[in-house]
């Protein structure tokens, strides 16, 4: 199994920017792709972001352009968020999808606040 720790985000203004990162406690687990889903209050939760297990980005049409992954030192990933929204403003959830095991775990969330 893997466990995934997110952290970053807090609040800033509009035109600012914020990291998230995802940090799983034994990536040799599984050869894996690592999301990034968001959910505002009374909103479904969405896709934001992805990286495959070859580097290769994915992004909604909302962040693309603004948001980008990186792999830190080991196997932390961040996503960092550049030119905020107010409608960014979210609980950001990491995911780590395992390839070839088809199996999901997801990080606890951590809060993004934009203010205009």
């Known amino acids: 199994q893997v466990h995934l720790v997110e952290s970053g985000g807090g609040s800033a203004q509009a035109g600012g920017h914020l990291s998230v990162s995802c940090a799983p406690d034994?990536?040799?687990?599984?050869?894996?792709?690592i999301s990034w889903y968001r959910q505002a209050p009374g909103k479904e939760r969405e896709f934001v972001s992805s990286i495959s297990s070859t580097g290769i980005q994915e992004h909604s049409s909302s962040v693309k352009g603004r948001f980008v992954i990186r792999q830190d030192f080991g196997a932390t990933y961040t996503l960092q968020m550049n030119k905020l929204e107010p409608e960014d403003t979210a609980t950001y959830y990491c995911?780590?999808?395992?390839?070839?095991?088809?199996?999901?775990?997801w990080g606890q969330g951590t809060q993004v606040t934009v203010s205009s």
């Open positions: 034994n990536p040799s687990y599984c050869r894996h792709s």
């Open positions: 995911k780590l999808h395992c390839v070839l095991l088809d199996q999901d775990y």
